[in-house]
């Protein structure tokens, strides 16, 4: 018999089955849903980051401090970044505030082609509209 002494008559834990946004983060790498995200009116900051970035915004938020360290990442959250300053310094106007700062996504691409990004084709329709 063993000496170690039982505490509790409890089956032993659960194993997690895994997934949540840890998941997501590692899987990320997702095209976006242009039909969806071509006709939505308004995108705050985080999804147009993304959707610059060629990326589902579901997957990856710039704005959290939880992050992975891949280059894609990387990617968005500088995009983020110039989208952010670009808002502080007035150059890059929001179209409304309800739940949060929203911007018009045809204002979006425009602003992205001037800082001469990389913009989805998809989504360079915007502007030809």
Not at 17 to 32: E, T
Not at 42 to 59: F, I, R
Not at 69 to 96: C, F, N, P, V
């Amino acid at each position: 018999m063993s000496n170690i002494k039982k505490f509790s008559d409890a089956p032993p834990p659960i194993k997690p089955l895994g997934g949540g946004w840890s998941r997501r983060l590692s899987k990320g790498k997702s095209k976006p849903r242009y039909d969806y995200w071509l006709i939505k009116d308004l995108w705050t900051l985080d999804e147009a980051a993304n959707l610059l970035c060629d990326q589902e915004p579901e997957y990856i938020k710039p704005s959290s401090k939880y992050f992975t360290d891949d280059s894609l990442y990387k990617r968005i959250k500088r995009t983020y970044s110039l989208l952010q300053s670009s808002y502080e310094a007035e150059k890059l106007k929001s179209a409304g505030r309800h739940y949060g700062i929203k911007f018009n996504p045809r204002d979006i691409v425009e602003w992205a082609i001037s800082k001469e990004l990389s913009v989805p084709v998809e989504f360079t329709r915007l502007i030809k509209s």
